[in-house]
């Protein structure tokens, strides 16, 4: 599945990139649909941080991110650095009490605040202390009247705030806000946004809430979290992305969805789950139609099962992985070496599933055997790997099982 989001640049009063905003887009079509403002900002926010990744976007530079009343009063942009990103609150928040008492407390904890399509209102009484915390006033300049503007402009001497002129499209439009002092300058006149894609995989199996409930408890179970995540595909491949970052990215490579766990840390898990169930609560579920995912977590759980039966030095969670990524390139219709430059899997696991000979590939491929019912091709693994056929057939019906029960969750919450 692509995914996409938009990057538009600011540039300040030399003309040179000093930040981007980031925008919602569907597809290739550079124009902005008609969306749930919840829905658009956690999309920008699982393709830009887990999908993309946020360094790739930024190169270095702030990144302003549009975040609803909902969303801010949910503490969204507490989950992310404040060097990474600047709060951009839209012009649908209706300025009152909540809303200063979070700004604030979002500059305490060293947010930079952004006010979009920012009209002052006089009648409002929170509208002037919300122009006293914030960072940047942005005005857009197809919207706006020559008087609103100018309220805004004597404000910025007076209170502090740089401006930003957004929608500037025309070279007379640029050379007005240069000569009303704008600090910064955004629009069609320097850059049309620019699409960036990705893939995704899609989500399959609903368990962000199951996970929630186990990271609320007092001490909360590290085995029942990766048990639960690793029964969502799309979920752990965001995991091994996001922790792949270079905010994140470990010493060692990945050989467990426990051992990512461990280094990620259980409030941190808990913050993108809880994006993640924020963009999940305002998308329709779709019908469980995707055969390769399920194929995917038969097989994962299969490699596992058999993987405990032989006597080696590779670890069962390692055998799990090699098979719940091992059909990956068809999720993504995108090559298996390109996909593994973005995941910090262990080298064994990377050689698996490129087709390189160690043991995890000859189990993987006893696994596909049996799939096929390629008979012939199991013998001949089973006496490489030493295994019978009674632990074959117990293991390819308890992987069925398996999946089947997960399927039977699932249709159970549609």
Same mark, same amino acid.
Do not use: W
């Given at each position: =599945?692509?995914?996409?989001?938009?990057?538009?640049? @600011?540039?300040?009063?030399? /003309?040179?990139? *000093?930040?981007?905003?980031?925008?919602?887009?569907?597809?290739?079509?550079?124009?902005?649909?008609?969306? %749930? #403002?919840?829905? *658009?900002?956690? %999309?920008?926010?699982?393709?830009? +941080? =887990?999908?993309?990744? @946020?360094?790739?976007?930024?190169?270095? !530079?702030?990144?302003?991110?549009?975040?609803?009343?909902?969303?801010?009063?949910?503490k969204v942009p507490t989950y992310f650095n404040p060097r990474d990103i600047v709060v951009e609150i839209l012009e649908s928040v209706v300025p009152d009490k909540d809303i200063v008492a979070i700004c604030l407390e979002l500059k305490k904890l060293g947010y930079k605040i952004a006010l979009d399509d920012f009209v002052f209102n006089d009648s409002n009484p929170f509208c002037k202390e919300l122009m006293r915390i914030a960072d940047y006033v942005k005005v857009d300049f197809l919207a706006t009247t020559e008087e609103m503007r100018?309220?805004?402009?004597?404000?910025?001497?007076?209170? #502090?705030? !740089?401006?930003? *002129?957004?929608?500037?499209?025309t070279a007379e439009q640029?050379?007005? *806000?240069? /000569? !009303?002092?704008?600090?910064?300058?955004q629009g069609y006149f320097f850059s049309k946004p620019n699409i960036i894609s990705s893939h995704d995989v899609p989500v399959y199996f609903h368990s962000y809430y199951s996970i929630i409930q186990s990271l609320e408890v007092s001490e909360p179970s590290i085995e029942v979290i990766s048990e639960l995540i690793e029964q969502d595909l799309s979920l752990?491949? !965001?995991?091994?992305k996001l922790i792949n970052s270079p905010a994140y990215r470990p010493k060692h490579k990945i050989h467990s969805i426990r051992q990512a766990i461990v280094l990620l840390g259980f409030m941190e898990i808990k913050r993108w789950i809880y994006v993640l169930a924020v963009r999940e609560r305002v998308v329709t579920k779709g019908k469980l139609e995707n055969e390769v995912i399920t194929l995917c977590l038969t097989r994962a759980k299969m490699c596992e099962l058999v993987g405990k039966k032989r006597k080696g030095s590779v670890s069962t969670s390692?055998? +799990?992985?090699? #098979?719940? +990524?091992?059909?990956?390139d068809t999720i993504l219709s995108v090559p298996m070496m390109q996909i593994l430059e973005d995941l910090p899997l262990d080298d064994k696991i990377c050689d698996a599933l490129t087709g390189q000979s160690n043991e995890l590939k000859d189990l993987l491929e006893l696994v596909i055997a049996v799939e096929k019912a390629d008979w012939s091709e199991v013998e001949k693994k089973m006496v490489l790997l030493q295994l019978v056929e009674e632990d074959i057939s117990e293991s390819y019906q308890q992987a069925c099982q398996w999946t089947e029960k997960l399927l039977a969750q699932e249709l159970a919450q549609q």
């Open positions: =599945m692509e995914v996409f989001v938009a990057r538009q640049p @600011i540039f300040d009063a030399n /003309e040179e990139k *000093a930040a981007y905003e980031l925008l919602y887009r569907q597809n290739q079509m550079n124009s902005f649909p008609n969306i %749930d #403002g919840d829905q *658009a900002t956690a %999309d920008v926010i699982i393709n830009s +941080f =887990m999908n993309i990744g @946020i360094d790739s976007l930024s190169s270095g !530079k702030p990144c302003f991110i549009n975040f609803t009343e909902n969303l801010l009063k949910l100018n309220n805004i402009e004597v404000f910025s001497r007076l209170l #502090g705030y !740089k401006m930003i *002129a957004e929608k500037v499209e640029y050379r007005e *806000a240069r /000569e !009303k002092g704008y600090h910064y300058f752990s491949y !965001k995991l091994l390692s055998y +799990f992985l090699t #098979g719940m +990524f091992s059909l990956m």
